[in-house]
Each structure stands twice: as C-alpha cells, then as structure tokens.
C-alpha cells in the first residue's frame, strides 16, 4: 500500500487578493532550493489514524499553530514517490513569524557517524497564487488551483 500524508492548505483573503500559507522543509538537502521546494503543512500517518485528524496534529507539529474551524475536504492528490496526500482547506491567518517547528536527527555529513538536529521547517510565508504556484511541490499545484475554483465559485 502506498504510504499516505495528510495536510492543511491555510488560505486567506487579503486586499481581494487569495493568499496561502506554505512551509520550506529545514534540512540539508532544502537548504539552497525555493522554486518546488515549498509544501503545505502535512506528514505521514497510518491507517490507525483519521486523515483529518492527522493533517491538524502535522500541522501543530511542523509550525506550533493549531488549526480549527471548518475544514474543506479538498481532491486527493498522488506525488512522483507515489505517497498519496489527503488535504482540507481552511481560511485562516497564520502568523508566519511565529511559526515553531519540531526537529528531526540525521547523520551529516553523510558517513561522518555524526548526527545533527533540523527543524522540520525552516521557513512559512504567505504567497499569492502565482508565487505559491512557483515555489509549491509541483504535484501540490492541484491543490492551489482546486482551491482556486472553489473560492471563485
């Protein structure tokens, strides 16, 4: 079975202009991308878990905020790896500045038996739908521009 992540798609509405809220991956191998680095907040879970339940608690993991309210349940979508990714939209205005992540170890340098502390997150800001179109995960644009259609409906 393919493994499964679940996440937020955070938009707001600022100045008549639609604004979502995305997160870079902290670590070494995100630390010099940008365009098609970017994510929505999300993380695996397995088949113990609720998908939507699992989406709020990755989301309070990956930026110390929790989410509430009327979560839209959004098409799922399938990346280049296979995973497959369930997400709910909610409006919402996150404070990007105040955003703490959890951490993760890794061995680096590689073969060094060295282990060394990321946060799972780096960076949050708040883009416009072209900007958040260029620096999104590619397979996530589905989500932007269903949200996109939704919205203008």
């Known amino acids: 079975m393919a493994k499964q992540s679940a996440g937020l798609v955070v938009f707001r509405k600022k100045k ?6 995305l997160v870079h991956p902290g670590g070494p191998f995100f630390a010099r991308r940008d365009a098609g680095a970017w994510s929505i907040p999300k993380g695996e879970f397995d088949d ?18 929790a989410m509430e309210g009327n979560f839209i349940s959004l098409t799922l979508i399938k990346l280049k790896s296979g995973k497959h990714v369930h997400a709910w939209a909610i409006e919402g205005d996150v ?11 890794m061995e680096w340098p590689p073969k060094s038996g060295k282990q ?13 739908l072209q900007e958040a179109k260029e620096k999104i995960n590619p397979a996530q644009v589905a989500l932007l521009e269903e949200m996109e259609k939704l919205i203008e409906s």
């Open 48 to 65: 113990t878990e609720d998908p939507l339940a699992a989406a709020k608690r990755e989301f309070k993991e990956e930026t110390g905020i």
């Open 95 to 105: 404070d990007e500045t105040a955003t703490v992540s959890n951490t993760f170890e």
């Open 116 to 128: 060394k502390t990321f946060p799972e997150i780096d960076k949050a800001g708040w883009f416009n």
């Open 16 to 21: 008549d202009e639609l604004q979502f809220f």
